[in-house]
């Protein structure tokens, strides 16, 4: 099992940047793979970015948002940049076990085991 914790949101004006962390703790992280999605208010929670085990293969929802991991420090992180109101969620970072699989990656919610509490980000126009 693993435990995550999301922290790095706040307040930002429009065409600004922020990155999110993900700290995970308990079973050993490289385990996992990774996604950030987010939920503004009033809708869906949405997927943004997936990474695979390996950090080698990502996917996005979002051209502006860049994944990554660092396995060592067990920690996720999400890069975003040219930020725009329409971004305004909680972001949230979950985890799948894949086993052997070092490659793939998931984007679809059901597909996580793992939920972090999550982090607002929130941007002014």
Do not use: H
């Not at 435990?3 to 065409?15: D, F, I, T």
């Amino acid at each position: 099992q693993v435990q995550l914790v999301e922290s790095g949101g706040g307040l930002v004006q429009a065409g600004g940047s922020l990155r999110l962390s993900c700290a995970a703790s308990g079973r050993t992280f490289s385990t996992y793979a990774m996604g950030w999605f987010r939920q503004a208010p009033g809708k869906e929670r949405e997927f943004v970015a997936a990474i695979s085990r390996s950090g080698r293969r990502t996917y996005y929802a979002d051209s502006r948002f860049t994944i990554s991991r660092d396995n060592a420090k067990n920690t996720l992180y999400l890069q975003m940049n040219s930020l725009k109101p329409e971004d305004t969620a909680v972001y949230y970072c979950a985890a799948v076990d894949l086993g052997w699989n070092l490659s793939d990656v998931r984007t679809k919610q059901r597909e996580y085991d793992y939920w972090g509490q999550g982090t607002q980000v929130t941007v002014s126009s």
